[in-house]
């Protein structure tokens, strides 16, 4: 499959009253035509920021991208003016927001606002523009999509808003869904729905999609290659099968044994010490190496992101060559008991 | 079994949203509805239920932040609400203490943390000067944090932290029941094992019992004893926890299992979901006979006019559906 958007050497800081932090450091990825891509990680971790500097619509100041070019095919987005970007958003980009609460805009019918896309991309008279924005609504299963385009986005519940949001994403078939949480303030049984929605738009359309979430729950169930990120680089990535079986970096196997499993009976769950960096201190050398209970005296400095299988990479001095613990972590012996 | 800590026989809340200019009400939300159970000393009680289906509301009207509209509370066999049992309600309301979902919105921003453990010692008339001082030590250390803790004010610690505090705050009073109120909805995935772990560890050194409320349907998997399922305003199912995840009987619970994501791709790929239409009806206007009829695949003609009450169907294992009898 051929790679429709890659990111290399991304780096955004924020300038905030305290200083200036690192939000994303040196953050290399692609996503090929067709492919879901995870990114995980807790507050802080940068994924969120790396998802805004795709779109371009970091709050710039205060943020900054202060090294990196994104490429969308052979498009460089990073060097393109507002003007053009407002080509690419939405007609080939789109985004999903955590809050559609927040996201749409509370006076104007929702009608209007999925009709915008049509008329801003497509060119389309108002009365036709309303008619596709009725389709799009039917499209995302929402009933009586007719008397919904008249309603404000208060007169819906949560979950209908969110896939009002998914509409308006979807409207102009984009090559590309950045979904940042879009399920974190949805009850469950109506998660369950939108993961469904979008994983039955990824198979039928062959829309990409990159899922950030902290829910490793919520990213099996749809994504194909998962990133783990944890202040602001990142420190695996895989496959999603193997990653969740044969995690090769330590973060990743605490996040995985600190959730409990909905299927199995209640074994003890493995906590992280300590808490996630502040941003304005982040540890030299490795980042997790405070937290880490295989800290060695190499952790002081910073490992390199090592290839160690079939698009597996991890970032973590255990995985290094000359580790005497290589083999042994390759094979999942080290971290898993 | 011995006898319970606490019993709660057909607690029904009503908050009134508007009223008629005569006083009378005009629109209503019956957030409880006739709910009845038992916490059994020592045990950990799991409420799970979505947004609005009335578990927070529960939850307060057990602390006795709100007054029940009907039904009663009887803690170790007191009724909390009775006026006779006023002179006495001070000393049962200390011993059930509530942990709060935001460890942001529950603490006083401009109190110490010293002040804000101390607050109920001195309420309480606990301890005295320098024992007071060795209590919130020990409460501090109890909880996994260091004695210079005391001086910081709540904006100066982390969200982990800050419920750890919370903690602390609850075992002030020695209580015997804490109501965890979504206590880590709030907290990164790292730091909620942290706490379930410390959780789970005051458990055994206190002997204490909870009552444990979360949306979070694996945790309340991992920490509990039993499990009650709620579904706009009304228990539909109450079992032992591995009966309750193996053997749902009532469809909302089922459809609920199966909606929550296992962090596994080999399991997902091959997963069957139940998918519910629609949302969840609005609780001012829910709907007739048995509240989840219009969602339910078995939904018969029964259903849309009588109310299921719950039942037992095995030995501990109570639904409320007209399919399960």
């Keep these: ?337 | 079994m011995n006898n319970p800590i606490l019993s709660v026989d057909h607690l029904s809340k009503i908050f009134v949203l508007h009223r008629t200019f005569l006083g009378g009400a005009a629109a209503s939300v019956k957030a409880i509805d006739s709910v009845s159970f038992s916490i059994f000393p020592g045990e950990t009680f799991g409420l799970v239920g979505e947004t609005g289906c009335g578990k927070s509301t529960l939850a307060r009207t057990i602390a006795g932040l709100y007054q029940p509209t009907d039904g009663k509370v009887l803690f170790k066999g007191h009724n909390l609400h009775a006026p006779q049992e006023k002179h006495n309600s001070i000393v049962f309301k200390r011993q059930i203490q509530m942990i709060f979902q935001d460890p942001y919105a529950s603490l006083n921003p401009r109190m110490t943390i010293r002040d804000i453990i101390e607050e109920p010692l001195s309420i309480h008339k606990l301890a005295k000067g320098k024992e007071k001082e060795a209590r919130i030590s020990s409460l501090l250390h109890q909880v996994g944090l260091n004695a210079e803790y005391g001086s910081r004010f709540p904006h100066e610690c982390s969200g982990g932290q800050r419920q750890r505090v919370g903690i602390a705050r609850a075992l002030a009073v020695n209580p015997e029941l804490i109501i965890c109120d979504e206590p880590i909805s709030a907290l990164d995935v790292s730091i909620q094992a942290q706490v379930i772990n410390l959780l789970e560890q005051l458990q055994t050194e206190l002997g204490l019992t909870y009552l444990f409320i979360a949306h979070d349907l694996s945790m309340v998997r991992h920490i509990s004893t039993r499990v009650a399922v709620m579904y706009l305003g009304s228990l539909v199912e109450l079992a032992p926890t591995e009966e309750l995840y193996s053997q749902p009987l009532h469809p909302y619970t089922q459809a609920l299992l199966s909606a929550i994501p296992i962090p596994d791709p080999a399991i997902e790929a091959h997963r069957n979901r139940i998918l519910l239409p629609g949302d969840i009806p609005s609780p001012l206007d829910p709907p007739s006979g048995c509240k989840f009829h219009n969602r339910c695949r078995y939904a018969m003609p029964i259903c849309q006019k009588i109310s299921p009450e719950l039942t037992a169907t095995d030995l501990n294992h109570y639904t409320a559906c007209h399919l399960v009898k």
């Design chain 1, 1 to 337: 499959m051929p790679v429709l958007l890659e990111v290399r050497d991304l780096s955004v800081t924020f300038h905030t009253y305290a200083g200036t932090v690192l939000a994303v450091n040196n953050v290399n990825f692609s996503i090929n035509q067709g492919e879901t891509l995870g990114i995980v990680g807790e507050s802080g971790c940068g994924k969120s920021a790396t998802a805004q500097a795709i779109m371009g619509i970091l709050p710039q100041p205060p943020a900054e991208v202060i090294n990196g070019h994104i490429y969308l095919n052979t498009t460089e987005l990073t060097a393109l003016s507002e003007k053009e970007l407002q080509q690419i958003r939405g007609k080939k980009i789109s985004m999903i927001f955590q809050d559609p609460m927040t996201a749409l805009n509370p006076v104007l019918t929702i009608g209007l606002q999925i009709a915008e896309m049509f008329m801003q991309h497509q060119h389309l008279a108002h009365q036709d523009a309303l008619r596709l924005a009725e389709k799009a609504l039917q499209s995302v299963d929402i009933p009586a999509p007719k008397a919904r385009l008249e309603q404000y986005p208060h007169q819906l519940s949560g979950g209908m808003r969110q896939r009002v949001m998914i509409a308006m994403a979807l409207a102009c078939q984009p090559q590309l869904i950045i979904a940042d949480e879009p399920t974190t303030a949805l009850d469950v049984t109506i998660q369950a729905q939108i993961i469904d929605l979008l994983r039955s738009k990824n198979q039928n359309s062959g829309t990409s999609i990159i899922l950030i979430s902290h829910d490793l729950g919520v990213i099996a169930s749809l994504c194909q290659r998962v990133l783990i990120m944890y202040a602001g680089e990142i420190i695996e990535s895989a496959q999603a099968i193997d990653l969740y079986h044969k995690p090769a970096h330590p973060y990743t196997y605490g996040l995985l044994q600190s959730v409990p499993r909905p299927d199995r009976k209640n074994q003890g769950l493995l906590s992280i010490a300590g808490q996630p960096p502040n941003l304005f201190s982040i540890p030299s050398g490795c980042s997790f190496g405070p937290r880490c209970p295989y800290a060695m005296e190499i952790c002081r400095q910073k490992p390199a992101l090592l290839p160690i299988g079939e698009q597996h990479f991890t970032r973590c001095w255990l995985a290094h060559p000359g580790s005497p613990n290589r083999q042994k972590l390759l094979q999942g012996g080290l971290l898993i008991k």
